[in-house]
């Protein structure tokens, strides 16, 4: 069931009109994109002085607007038959060694294909309640392109004790990552608050302002294990990439991605944050050049938590997927 759709009221002025008006909407209304308010008034939820405008060209014109916004449809999650790797599953929960590449829930623009969908087959109707969109049975996430260790509720006593973990910052989890250059020092902790980029709301961006209470804090501990090569035009001993191990005491979206980033090692393969997370310019001394990498080389490696139900103490802990390891064994070349 849907609720009622929302309902945005705006006068446009001499001074707005002329301006396209797909344009002058997403710059009222931030949190819409002019590709949503495109669609919004080719679906005839704009009016002007009552009348329907269905042209996301036209021009602004004096007069009272409204913008009509329908409440989100509820998306049922469909089983499907994909493959999973299970590393550990009991009446109360499953672990799963997730591959790059698979989404982890539905969500605009991948309604399926995702691991809900592929949970859903598994499990048929033991999952607690995940037949909805919002988030049941999954207490932590991984970026589509980020492979490794997650674990999923399969009752409601379950979920509830693996969530109050997981706010507590008590679960083990440690990622090796990937990147450009080294960290400085090599051993150290990177604590700052994130929160949604101002300027592309895709992405999550370190707050600079250390006074700001904008964003949440987020906490990431790291290691370097290894160091490759050395950066062209660097001072002798800045080495082109590394290994890290990263070990989170917070949660946060992208927060290894962007916390790399924020000390200048940004993960390999990662072309959202930082524009040197390229192989482009990473050559072995025989000229071999890695082009194909295509994801950010990020990898859960161990998760370890209590068990909610039988207080049991588990721990998991995976090798890094084939194409890291080939990547690896490239950077060892440098």
Same mark, same amino acid.
């Given at each position: 069931? +849907? ?26 209304? =931030? ?42 449809? =509820? ?13 550990? =599953? ?154 890290? =191990? ?25 072309? +959202? ?62």
């Amino acid at each position: 069931m +849907t609720g009622e759709a929302e309902i945005r009221r705006l006068n446009a002025t001499d001074e707005d009109a002329g301006e396209r008006i797909d344009r002058w909407l997403a710059e009222t209304f =931030e949190d819409l994109s002019r590709t949503r308010c495109k669609a919004l008034i080719e679906d005839g939820q704009l009016s002007l002085d009552g009348a329907a405008m269905t042209d996301p060209s036209a021009k602004v014109r004096v007069g009272d607007y409204a913008l009509s916004i329908p409440a989100p449809a =509820e998306a049922e999650p469909k089983p499907e038959d994909i493959p999973l790797d299970i590393l550990f =599953e009991d009446d109360e929960l499953i672990v799963v060694n997730k591959r790059p590449g698979l989404t982890v829930h539905p969500a605009p623009g991948a309604w399926s294909g995702t691991l809900v969908n592929a949970l859903l087959h598994h499990c048929a109707d033991s999952l607690s309640g995940i037949g909805g969109v919002q988030r049941p049975g999954i207490v932590h996430r991984l970026d589509k392109n980020t492979s490794g260790v997650l674990v999923v509720a399969k009752s409601d006593a379950a979920h509830q004790g693996l969530s109050e973990q997981f706010a507590a910052h008590s679960v083990e989890r440690a990622y090796i990552a990937l990147a450009r250059t080294a960290p400085k020092p090599r051993e150290g902790r990177i604590e700052t608050r994130i929160a949604r980029s101002p300027h592309d709301r895709k992405k999550m961006a370190v707050v600079r302002n250390p006074d700001s209470e904008h964003g949440k804090t987020a906490v990431t501990n790291y290691r370097t294990l290894a160091t490759f090569g050395q950066e062209p035009g660097a001072p002798a001993g800045t080495p082109a990439a590394c290994e890290v =191990e990263c070990r989170l005491e917070t949660g946060r979206t992208h927060q290894i991605r962007v916390h790399m980033t924020h000390i200048g090692c940004p993960i390999l393969g990662d072309g +959202t944050y930082g524009r040197q997370a390229t192989l482009k310019k990473i050559a072995t001394p025989q000229g071999e050049v890695l082009q194909d990498f295509r994801r950010q080389a990020l990898h859960a490696a161990i998760l370890g938590f209590i068990h909610p139900v039988t207080g049991e103490n588990l721990r998991f802990e995976t090798e890094l997927p084939k194409d890291m390891q080939r990547l690896r064994k490239f950077l060892e070349r440098l």
